[in-house]
Nanobody, 126 residues
Framework: QLQLVESGGGLVQPGGSLRLSCAAS????????IGWFRQAPEKEREGVAC????????TYADSVKGRFTIGRDNAKHTVYLQMNNLEPEDTAVYLC???????????????????WGQGIQVRVSS
């Protein structure tokens, strides 16, 4: 069974940091483009950060540029989202998604992802 499992969420104070992980189970991430998305109450799902299957190219939403960093370790079948200087507006459920693309340097967020994790809550509050 192919699964993506997010971890690392929780409650953090403004200005703090969290590192989210997205681990693949039942398949390897080597030839998958990965995206991190977030869903806040009464807001549309937002693409936060995306990375090419090769890891050579990344894209970030304007709201997180300079604060968030996406990275991948294919040997560990895991993609990370390092979130620094968190703001209350970053509060949301964060989901990772994977799309099989082969060997690709295209790092923009894609229109479609075949596999999605269940999501993990991130809450930024004092």
């Amino acid at each position: 069974q192919l699964q993506l499992v997010e971890s690392g969420g929780g409650l953090v104070q403004p200005g703090g940091s969290l590192r989210l992980s997205c681990a693949a189970s039942g398949f390897t991430l080597d030839y998958y483009a990965i995206g991190w998305f977030r869903q806040a109450p009464e807001k549309e799902r937002e693409g936060v950060a995306c990375i090419a299957s090769t890891g050579s190219s990344t894209t970030y939403a304007d709201s997180v540029k300079g604060r968030f960093t996406i990275g991948r370790d294919n040997a560990k079948h895991t993609v990370y989202l390092q979130m620094n200087n968190l703001e209350p507006e970053d509060t949301a459920v964060y989901l990772c998604a994977a799309e099989p693309v082969g060997y690709s340097n295209y790092g923009a967020c894609r229109e479609k992802y075949d596999f999605w994790g269940q999501g993990i809550q991130v809450r930024v509050s004092s």
